[in-house]
């Protein structure tokens, strides 16, 4: 039975908010209800209450939403998945099942002692796999193996049909094709409630790992050479990093505001037998980026927006290793995915999303320095950055197009402009400076002046993220174009709505449209 935490309850204020303390923005703005699921009978009994109720539900895992989504539901109900948290083989199954409330570091623990496989998931330990999977979810070892939902068989999801009532579907390639691949990467909120996920087969986790780390300051950083390290970065992963002896390497390179000393580039890499018995390839990276200044360091986590976890590197057994002029450091995939796998505390924050097809262009290098450089009266921009992964290798497989809804796979780099604060008076210099940003960098002469602002798909950009969801882009009449792309997969996810939510009952600001 369903636990149902009501406005009177002490546990509501922690359990109607997610991790960014933006939302709801008012009290009055917040869900009438939590109810807590423990199985999908739970969740499906539940659901048929609340729709039955005439209230609007809402869906979440591991509560990482970005923008309102869910936590904005005034007099609603939200509908908690976070104790669904079953991973692994139901018997004599063959299949791996997943259900949605498991968080990213459980799946990588459990999946890896039982049976030795992995998801190519992302970082974060502490995001939900319901949202990551639904989204297309992406990580350190997706060049290598691509998404998570490409890896996915079937799902086991409840619909709500015209007449208001709940049903449970399992859908795959065969029973419901069309709602199967729209679960694969058009993200969460869209269609139903997805109670497990199942995996017939699953990539092998890497024996090791090398964790590599490279600094930059600040102070030894004019803009020429700035404009170097960015040109150095995206135009390997343009050339170089499309040959698949590279597909086991992961680079983060995290551009601070100028108010931090300095920023920084981190590595994962592999051979794609998932050893490291031969550092070529590594090498021949980190040498490109000497050139520019930078030093290799003692290895840090990748990516500046997960704090590292307080039980990991110390103890994690680690070999430091000199390989030709570099410091890095040899892992069990494990011990490093432990390092990487702490999860945001509460904050506020707000995030922005595009996906390139090509390396930065000297003007989009000179845009970037002089928004990091940049100040706002009466604003500290510290926790202001931009986040530039490297991408494509595996992801970029032209097949998985028409199998999924995650459409982008052209590209080469996926960057995250993005900033934290905790003073809630710091909101509006915060987005501004964001925003501000984010438009200058897509209105130069490499963008498109028709879609002046944005990355809209071209020969340069790719859109995007659903998974990073942005409600200033609601701004634009072609936002979904800017998430699905142009041609067929918006109109279709439109059909799959009308299809399996006629009602709409499953809705949010950038939610699938009927």
């Not at 057994?317 to 995939?333: I, K, L, Q």
Request: aromatic share 10%; with cysteine; net charge neutral.
């Amino acid at each position: 039975m369903a636990i149902v935490v009501s406005r009177q309850d002490p546990r509501y204020e922690t359990l109607s908010r997610g991790h960014n303390l933006r939302w709801p923005v008012v009290d009055a703005d917040g869900a009438g209800r939590v109810v807590l699921c423990e199985s999908a009978r739970d969740a499906a009994e539940a659901l048929q209450q609340i729709v039955s109720a005439g209230l609007r539900p809402t869906v979440r895992s591991g509560a990482h939403c970005y923008e309102d989504f869910v936590a904005n539901n005034p007099g609603g109900a939200i509908l908690d998945m976070s104790l669904l948290t079953t991973v692994g083989r139901a018997g004599d199954e063959p299949a791996y099942r997943i259900e949605p409330g498991t968080q990213l570091w459980d799946v990588y623990v459990e999946l890896y002692k039982r049976y030795g496989v992995t998801l190519p998931g992302g970082t974060c330990g502490t995001v939900g796999a319901g949202g990551h999977i639904s989204g297309g979810g992406y990580g350190l070892l997706s060049r290598l193996h691509g998404l998570t939902c490409d890896w996915l068989t079937a799902v086991d999801i409840l619909t709500v049909d015209a007449k208001g009532k709940v049903v449970p579907r399992t859908v795959d390639a065969k029973r419901d094709p069309d709602l199967f691949r729209a679960c694969r990467g058009a993200g969460g909120g869209n269609f139903g409630v997805i109670t497990s996920y199942v995996f017939d087969k699953l990539p092998p986790a890497p024996v090791e790992v090398m964790q590599a780390h490279m600094q930059f300051l600040w102070a030894d950083t004019p803009v020429e050479r700035f404009v170097q390290i960015v040109k150095t970065f995206g135009g390997y992963w343009e050339t170089r990093g499309q040959d698949p002896d590279t597909w086991g390497m992961f680079s983060i390179l995290v551009l601070s505001h100028q108010s931090s000393t300095g920023f920084g580039m981190s590595v994962q890499f592999c051979n794609p037998d998932g050893t490291c018995r031969d550092l070529t390839v590594l090498n021949e990276y980190l040498d490109r980026f000497v050139h520019c200044g930078g030093v290799t360091t003692k290895p840090v986590p990748l990516g500046i927006s997960k704090p590292a976890s307080s039980s990991g590197a110390a103890h994690n057994p680690a070999e430091e290793v000199c390989s030709g002029t570099h410091t890095m450091r040899r892992r069990t995939w494990l011990s490093a995915t432990a390092d990487e796998a702490g999860g945001p505390g509460g904050s506020r924050a707000k995030y922005k999303s595009a996906y390139l097809k090509r390396g930065f262009s000297e003007a989009e290098a000179r845009c970037m320095y002089k928004h990091l450089q940049r100040t706002v009266p009466g604003s500290d921009l510290r926790g202001s950055v931009v986040e530039i992964d490297s991408y494509g290798g595996a992801i970029n497989r032209k097949e998985m197009v028409a199998a999924t809804s995650a459409g982008q796979r052209s590209s080469v780099i996926k960057m995250q402009p993005m900033t934290h604060w905790s003073d809630p008076k710091e909101e509006e210099a915060r987005c501004r400076w964001l925003h501000e940003f984010y438009t200058d960098l897509f209105s130069g002469p490499d963008a498109d002046p028709q879609h002046a602002g944005t990355p809209y798909p071209n020969d340069r950009y790719e859109g995007c993220y659903i998974n990073y969801p942005d409600k200033d882009m609601l701004g634009y009449r072609y936002w979904p174009e800017l998430y699905y792309g142009v041609g067929e997969l918006y109109p279709f996810l439109q059909e799959v709505k009308r299809k399996y939510d006629p009602n709409n009952i499953f809705h949010h600001a950038m939610s699938v449209r009927i």
